[in-house]
């Protein structure tokens, strides 16, 4: 079996030492930010289909359903969830862009899959989106952290290397292959506020889009999210002007600044939200806010 035995290869375009980028839909991707981001990419580069990574090895199908589509509305046909990869010829690079959601199953064989394909077109780098849920007002611009664990890879690109310990998702899996298999690689995560993580955040999808055209060296779309980043903006200050406690709450985070990734002070996170300044009465009220955020987009959904 091959390294790439699960891939279903669509076209075969010459591409001269493409950057990989990817994203993957869920527990990296909060706010729907790095899939966005990716997925603009795809539409603003006119990307096209390079190939498929069969579902069926990865997926937990109870977990991440397929649809059914109905087509012309008579025939039924599955749409299976899939990881499925582009490539696009930018100005400042060829590109292979990789989207779907992250695998249920077997991480280190479906890494296999991508490295295979990173070494088929001897890829320049792999460089992956993803995006975390912090205490951070929305206002102002998005906080992105690139790391990488290759010393000229962070130096080059001015990146920091990555300290965290704990679970992990398939970005870290995907690149410690990398690092086995000799392939230059890095990972870029946006900061999106914890007060609104379940709005779709094209502001901080356009803030990775901004960055990772910085590292490969092509003009990024900035203006292709334009729109949704108003309404973004809109929807969320709405939001916070219905409710007095969130309203407080953005203003503490603005006051006593937005460091996301603890990187200038590692204590400056921990806020004080009741009288008593115990950290399970900050995390309940954090809970509460969390609610009334839901029930808030349940009540405008409603409408």
Known sequence: MTASDHVRWLSSPKLHN??????????????DAA??????????????????????????FATIRPSVRLEDGITRSIVWPKVSLWHASTPGADVILILGPEPSLKWRLFTEQIIGVAARFDAAMILSLGALIAEVSHRGDVQIMGTA???????????????????????????????QSSIPSASLW?????????????????????????????????????????????????MIDDDDELREYVERIETLG??????????????????????????????????????????????
Not at 35 to 60: G, K, M, N, Q
């Open 149 to 179: 664990n290759d010393d000229a890879i962070i130096e080059r690109f001015d990146l920091r290397r990555s300290r965290y310990e704990g679970p992990t998702g398939i970005i870290s899996v995907l690149h410690d292959g990398c690092a």
């Open 258 to 303: 937005e460091d996301a990734f603890g990187l200038d002070n590692p204590n400056q996170l921990e806020f004080d939200f009741s009288d008593t300044d115990e950290d399970d009465d900050a995390e309940e009220n954090i809970d509460t806010l969390v609610d009334e955020v839901e029930q808030f987009l349940r009540d405008q959904d409603g409408q």
């Open 35 to 60: 899939s966005t981001a990716v997925r603009t990419l795809i539409d603003a580069w006119h990307a096209e289909p390079l190939a498929e990574i069969d579902p069926e090895e990865f997926t937990d």
């Open 18 to 31: 493409p950057t990989v980028i990817a994203a993957f839909s869920g527990w990296n991707d909060a706010a």
């Open 190 to 238: 946006a900061a999106v506020p914890a007060i609104a993580s379940q709005i779709p955040s094209p502001k901080a999808a356009n803030a990775l889009i901004a960055r990772a055209g910085e590292i490969i060296g092509t003009p990024a779309p900035l203006g292709a999210l334009h729109n949704r980043i108003v309404d973004y903006d809109n929807r969320v200050e709405a």
